[in-house]
């Protein structure tokens, strides 16, 4: 246990230093590239915005089962990423991965996760998008 309090410590220190966030634009195009749909576009960036402000470096504060979130989509520990060196649970993955810069394995996840539970799965998308008129992007 104290090993991954550790962790998760020294991990916090490096996301907090490192990290790209995102302006709309970038995040649009980077969404493209990663082949989200477009009609889906508005719901994402809403998500993203909701979740982590646009920063890939973003891990959320514990939640109530002590489990954490990781990266621009905010995937949780307790279900789709391990904490350890080794690849793990539902998304198969490591949560350092979801720091990453570089979205793709955090884009594949989400869409693993969507695939199960839609846009549901996120609450940030439940109490902030979800049934509202979305801004168009202009990008």
């Keep these: 246990m104290t090993r991954a309090i550790l962790f998760v410590v020294v991990l916090c220190f490096i996301a907090k230093c490192y990290g790209k966030t995102f302006t709309e634009c970038e995040l649009v195009q980077e969404l493209r590239r990663q082949g989200f749909p477009e009609h889906e576009l508005k719901d994402w960036v809403c998500l993203i915005e909701a979740e982590s402000s646009k920063r890939t470096n973003a ?3 514990a939640n109530s089962d002590g489990s954490l979130d990781y990266g621009l989509f905010q995937i949780n520990n307790r279900y789709w990423c391990s904490d350890g060196d080794h690849p793990g649970k539902g998304c198969n993955i490591r949560c350092k ?22 846009f549901n799965a996120w609450v940030a998308w439940v109490n902030k998008c979800k049934g509202r008129t979305l801004p168009n992007l202009h990008c």
């Design 97 to 118: 991965d979801l720091l990453l810069d570089d979205i793709t394995i955090a884009s594949q996840c989400a869409k693993t996760i969507f695939g199960v539970h839609g």
């Design 59 to 61: 891990i959320g504060n």
